[in-house]
């Protein structure tokens, strides 16, 4: 799952690249407000042990209002990122469109005589728009990887003990989801093909619709068309089952990593160790790691299904012979 992730958003790292200042100005956007989310579960351990427990309103004030202003950068922030990314992501996909169709033109007759139209359509209609969808939710994702980072380093600043807990359980939590996502990648790269040709037996029946009725054919077309539809739903199952197991353990796993880190805090805070505040402080920031991991889990089976995709329509740019070799005609007048 690794290599073709990496593989994939190099990728869209280098078509980000071509829209350098609307880039950049959509990472600080980004920084700003995942500053904020962060951040703001911190600002609790301030209020109760410096504010409420030292019975301090001015500093409790300078607090709340601090808040405030903050809340306010990360939603312009945000606004700023909403409407420079909608205008990059559109872009993108419309020159990977034309990518795939330019790509299509240099491509020999040989390569259109032993690949369906549904296959190629399928790459058009469903990897695109699969590739869209992730792009979608790439800021969400790119910003809630870099909050687990910082909220990790965040939690050793409350407590070094239960941060080396949380250290050590996320790994295990997400040692299974990480396993099950590699096999979901090639489950899904499966379901694909066989949509590719559910695809390419429709089109042929469309096309082929005068001798079907002449020859009274629909009755070896409908066998044609569920045996093929046998190979999607095993595959579907497949993929579908995968895709789900990787966010049921991934969910499983933090529950108990909260239910362990609260059990030794709460022990802590009774000794005296740890104080009330860094505690929920600790809890509310743990919550939110686990919420971003969530998110990121939820969008893995995305990320599979977008990779797949990806390395479909690539296989284009990796035929051999990939060009045309008769001479170039004259264009019409």
Do not use: C
Not at 54 to 82: C, E, G, K, T
Not at 227 to 239: E, F, G, P, S, W
């Amino acid at each position: 799952m690794v290599v073709p992730l990496f593989s994939f958003l190099g990728r869209m790292l280098k078509e980000f690249g071509k829209y350098k200042r609307q880039s950049l100005l959509i990472a600080i956007s980004i920084l700003l407000y995942l500053a904020f989310r962060i951040l703001f579960p911190l600002s609790i351990k301030f209020i109760i042990d410096n504010a409420i427990a030292l019975n301090d309103q001015a500093y409790l004030l300078r607090i709340l209002l601090l808040i405030v202003l903050s809340a306010i950068i990360a939603f312009l922030a945000w606004s700023v990122l909403v409407v420079l990314y909608s205008q990059v992501h559109t872009r993108i996909i419309s020159d990977l469109y034309k990518k795939i169709f330019s790509r299509l033109q240099e491509l020999s007759v040989s390569f259109f005589t032993r690949t369906s139209a549904g296959d190629i359509l399928t790459r058009f209609n469903t990897d695109v728009n699969l590739i869209d969808t992730l792009l979608v939710q790439l800021p969400i994702g790119v910003m809630f990887f870099w909050g687990v980072l910082l909220n990790a380093a965040l939690l050793y600043y409350l407590n070094w003990q239960l941060a080396l807990i949380t250290t050590v359980g996320l790994p295990l939590a997400l040692w299974l989801p990480n396993i099950l996502s590699t096999r979901a990648e090639a489950a899904s790269y499966d379901l694909k093909t066989d949509q590719a040709g559910m695809t390419s037996i429709v089109q042929e029946n469309i096309h082929a619709q005068l001798l079907v009725k002449a020859f009274n054919l629909q009755p070896y077309e409908i066998q044609r068309f569920s045996a093929q539809l046998d190979h999607y739903y095993k595959a579907a199952r497949r993929a579908n089952y995968l895709n789900f197991s990787v966010l049921i353990t991934a969910n499983f796993g933090t529950i108990i990593l909260s239910i362990v880190v609260l059990s030794v805090g709460s022990l802590l805070a009774f000794s005296g160790s740890l104080t009330l505040g860094s505690l929920m402080a600790f809890m509310t920031m743990l919550s939110g790691l686990n919420s971003m991991i969530l998110e990121l889990t939820w969008m893995m089976p995305l990320v599979t299904k977008a990779t797949a995709s990806m390395k479909r329509m690539m296989s284009f740019y990796n035929l051999n012979p990939p060009l045309l070799t008769r001479p170039r005609l004259k264009s019409l007048p």
